[in-house]
């Protein structure tokens, strides 16, 4: 029994999820390997290679990666699996995109958004939006499923490091390409790695004004996120969607800025250690979830906050 | 060009659920149902391709129990030209869907099929790419903008890290993200209209699927609730709280 990871990164560094996935996978028990595939990104083998727990790593390096493109991936880690009993990645769009494929390539299920590892069959996942919690046993040879990073603790770096074995197999589908790609620029921590939220919502009234909620997140060393509704008035893009079909995440402190509290916005953040929510309507959902709730104007509560913190 | 829709029968996006007291599975007992809302954006580009001269043909699928032909008929109101329902009563799994779909593309020699990204009560987000990968057809997941080019489609994705542009050989696979459109209602007479467009059943046996069971159900439970907090006064007292007594900043 082993497990590969299918990691995730940017072929320049390898992401946080990452470590919260090998965690994951420790406890399925047996080997955890770890699969960097993507093009020019040794030093994201030399990374994970540093991870503990990790026992060997799997470096696929060419052009037809670069992009991980499901189309060539699917087919590399399908090459892969026949050493594995467990093919694992994070429940990213990455991870989403590439994943089923692999499963269906196998014939085998692929469970979606895994939070617990009950054992090596058997894992708990959410349903309708985080209002049930399913727990679910796979009946399949191969286990493939994408796992909810936020739900597990990360585990450790060392300096020492595992082996790279080189994987030289190339596959190019040649049925897709990428064509564009424009990534949003960001100094602030990443979304789903970030200690501290500080989310905007329709109540924030356009983009400009969220430079409020930078303020404050400048403050606190926070990520900036958003509703759906705030993504599809075109006030910031989509990446910073925080919900049930956008980012799901769990930070120390989530602060939810002109934010209703839909269900589809609390299945992604009701996990966060403390939730704060600053709202004019003293009936609005998010109060019934938030740790400490403030019932004032957010236009005068965030230049207030921002100027105390 | 003749593209597939795929429509799934699910809960009303506004309603919250309840695990039934056995932990069986959640109570859908009085549910309000609807066609889930990614596939609704699914139809909705669908039928702007054929307004605007791209397809000639939209023809919808819902797999399920006799109820989901309700959204094949708000499927066909909404502007698609022909339904097909394929019936099985069991709520059957993300590869077994795939399955039947990948058997009905081949039967109607489709160029494009369009699924949600998602169904909202199983937050599976796989069909799509499983019916990619039995069809071998290259995948555009969670589309916020498509443009055919000939025999390529060009698809924006919502990704994790922004919006990337793929460019796919067509027989192609898309699946909906939100921000793609925004669905129309159906008039009343396009309503009236689409009890006569053509539906017709089939079954997995007849298009020769075999319905294979991957996962158990072991238990449904409800998720630890958050008990709600206090209100405070002023921001001066919320960052005094979030300092002494929470200590998260
Ligand atoms: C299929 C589907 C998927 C979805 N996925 C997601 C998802 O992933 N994430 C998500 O967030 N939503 C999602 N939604 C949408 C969700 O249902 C809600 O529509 C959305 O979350 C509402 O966003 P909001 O709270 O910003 O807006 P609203 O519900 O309009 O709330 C705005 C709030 O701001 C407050 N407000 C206004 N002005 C002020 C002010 N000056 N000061 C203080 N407060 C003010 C108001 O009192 C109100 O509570 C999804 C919906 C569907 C159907
Ligand atoms: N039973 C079904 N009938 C028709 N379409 C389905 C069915 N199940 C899933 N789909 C399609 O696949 C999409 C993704 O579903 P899922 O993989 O279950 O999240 C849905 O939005 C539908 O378009």
Redesign the pocket.
């Known amino acids: 029994m082993a497990t590969l990871i299918i990691a995730e990164h940017d072929n320049q560094s390898l992401k946080a999820v990452n470590l919260n996935l090998v965690n994951a996978a420790s406890r399925i028990g047996g080997e955890v390997h770890l699969l960097v595939a993507g093009y020019g990104c040794q030093v994201v083998a030399d990374s994970a290679s540093k991870i503990t727990g990790v026992g060997k790593v799997l470096l696929a390096d060419s052009a037809v990666y670069e992009h991980q493109l499901a189309e060539n991936m699917s087919q590399l880690i399908v090459d892969l699996a026949k050493d594995y009993s467990h093919l694992v990645a994070p429940a990213t769009t990455m991870g989403k995109n590439i994943m089923p494929r692999v499963a269906a390539l196998l014939d085998v299920a692929q469970i979606s958004d895994v939070i617990r590892v009950d054992s090596d069959d058997t894992f708990a996942r959410p349903i309708y939006a985080g209002n049930a919690i399913a727990t679910v046993k796979s009946l399949d040879r191969i286990k493939v499923m994408t796992v909810r990073g936020s739900s597990f603790d990360g585990a450790a770096e060392q300096d020492l490091s595992v082996v790279i074995e080189v994987v030289d197999s190339v596959y190019d589908a040649g049925i897709s390409n990428l064509i564009a790609e424009q990534v949003v620029q960001s100094e602030r921590p990443e979304l789903t790695a970030a200690n501290v939220i500080v989310s905007g919502?329709?109540?924030m009234?356009n983009g400009e004004n969220f430079s409020m909620l930078d303020e404050v997140a400048d403050k606190l060393g926070a990520a900036v996120g958003a509703?759906?509704?705030?993504v599809d008035a075109g006030f910031v893009p989509n990446d910073m969607?925080?919900?049930?079909?956008?980012k799901i995440v769990a930070p120390d402190l989530y602060i939810a800025?002109?934010?209703?509290?839909?269900?589809?916005?609390l299945?992604?953040m009701k996990d966060s250690k403390v939730i704060v929510a600053?709202?004019?309507?003293e009936e609005?959902p998010?109060f019934q979830v938030a740790d400490y709730g403030l019932v004032?104007?957010?236009?005068v509560a965030l230049p207030d906050l921002a100027d105390k913190l | 060009m003749k593209i597939l829709v795929t429509v799934k029968r699910t809960i009303d996006?506004n309603t919250k659920i309840r695990v039934m007291s056995d932990n069986s599975n959640v109570d859908l007992n009085n549910v309000k149902m609807a066609l889930n809302?990614?596939c609704e954006i699914a139809v909705e580009e669908a039928v702007r391709m054929k307004e605007k001269g791209d397809a000639s043909e939209v023809l919808v699928v819902s797999i399920g129990d006799k109820a989901c032909q309700e959204q094949i008929r708000t499927a066909l109101a909404l502007g698609a030209d022909r339904g097909i329902h394929v019936e099985t009563e069991a709520s059957i799994e993300p590869l077994n869907v795939a399955k039947i779909l990948a058997k009905v593309v081949a039967e109607e020699q489709v160029s494009l099929v369009i699924l949600g990204k998602q169904s909202?009560d199983a937050d599976n987000n796989q069909t799509g790419q499983m019916l990619a990968a039995l069809t071998n057809m290259p995948q555009g997941t969670f589309a916020s903008e498509i443009q055919i080019h000939g025999d390529k489609v060009q698809v924006s994705r919502e990704v994790d890290s922004g919006l990337q542009t793929v460019e796919l050989a067509m027989p192609a696979v898309i699946t909906t993200d939100?921000r793609l459109n925004e669905p129309r209602y159906a008039s009343l007479p396009n309503i009236m209209k689409a009890k006569r467009k053509p539906l017709v059943m089939t079954t997995p046996a007849e298009l020769g699927v075999d319905i294979k069971q991957h996962t158990q159900l072991l238990k449904v439970e409800a998720p630890a609730e958050r008990q709600a907090g206090v209100k405070v006064a002023s921001v001066a007292e919320l960052i005094e709280k979030l300092k002494h007594e929470a200590k998260v900043i």
């Not at chain 1, 600053?278 to 309507?281: G, Y």
Request: aromatic share 4%.
């Open positions: 919502g329709r109540g009234g509703s759906r509704a705030a969607q925080v919900g049930q079909t956008g800025v002109g934010i209703s509290g839909a269900i589809q916005h299945a992604g600053i709202n004019k309507d609005a998010i004032t104007d957010l236009f | 996006a809302p990614f909202i939100l």
